[in-house]
T-cell receptor, first 116, second 110 residues
Framework: DGGITQSPKYLFRKEGQNVTLSCEQN?????MYWYRQDPGQGLRLIYY???????QKGDIAEGYSVSREKKESFPLTVTSAQKNPTAFYLC???????????????FGEGSRLTVL | SQQGEEDPQALSIQEGENATMNCSYK?????LQWYRQNSGRGLVHLIL?????REKHSGRLRVTLDTSKKSSSLLITASRAADTASYFC??????????FGKGTTLSVSS
């Protein structure tokens, strides 16, 4: 079945450690996104990528890094520079149509990161 | 930047009643979308309405868009307990990624 797979579902990290969250899609979508969700804050955009080997910072990119070496994959690294990384992280993808690349988003099931 | 803002933050109704949620935004848009999120899960797309459309239906869902007031509403008719979830509106800022509001938490009791 086509979809987006995020792993791991739950992750615990000690302070000072970097962690990488995986996001893989088999929908043949060009665009991929990472959002962070905190209670009462809604979703906030971390990074997005419209095409392989290209990505842009979102509203809260500090302390995070991404790569887009393959169309199917958009991993997110939460670095030790991120001051408050405990959150629910959501990956999404979408098609690009005539330059308007903000059509329907397809989301993964999320990864919950807890810093101990 | 928070583009869409939902109202109310929380809504509690009985099964069979209608639920209405509102969304306001600040800048011009190409489209506005509504998503649903069950607790602890990813978001699921419900409906997309383009800036030149005023109303759209999908099953028990009805969405309206008023670009002059920069607002949208989502109506769920004949609510069921299974509709219990958080609902988010999202808007595009002319060529960038979708920006989501903080959501409305809907609770439908049987």
């Amino acid at each position: 079945d086509g979809g987006i797979t995020q792993s791991p579902k739950y992750l615990f990290r000690k302070e000072g450690q970097n962690v990488t969250l995986s996001c893989e899609q088999n929908l043949n979508h060009d665009a991929m996104y990472w959002y962070r969700q905190d209670p009462g804050q809604g979703l906030r955009l971390i990074y997005y990528s419209q095409i392989v080997n290209d990505f842009q910072k979102g509203d809260i990119a500090e302390g995070y890094s991404v790569s887009r070496e393959k169309k199917e994959s958009f991993p997110l690294t939460v670095t030790s520079a991120q001051k408050n990384p405990t959150a629910f992280y959501l990956c999404a993808s979408s098609t690009r149509r005539e330059g308007v690349h903000t059509g329907e988003l397809f989301f993964g099931e999320g990864s919950r990161l807890t810093v101990l | 930047s928070q583009q869409g803002e939902e109202d109310p933050q929380a809504l509690s109704i009985q099964e069979g009643e209608n639920a209405t949620m509102n969304c306001s935004y600040k800048t011009s848009i190409n489209n506005l979308q509504w998503y649903r999120q069950n607790s602890g899960r990813g978001l699921v797309h419900l409906i997309l309405i383009r800036s030149n459309e005023r109303e759209k239906h999908s099953g028990r869902l009805r969405v309206t868009l008023d670009t002059s007031k920069k607002s949208s509403s989502l109506l769920i008719t004949a609510s069921r307990a299974a509709d219990t979830a958080s609902y988010f509106c999202a808007t595009d800022e002319k060529g960038t990624a979708l920006i989501f509001g903080k959501g409305t938490t809907l609770s439908v009791s049987s």
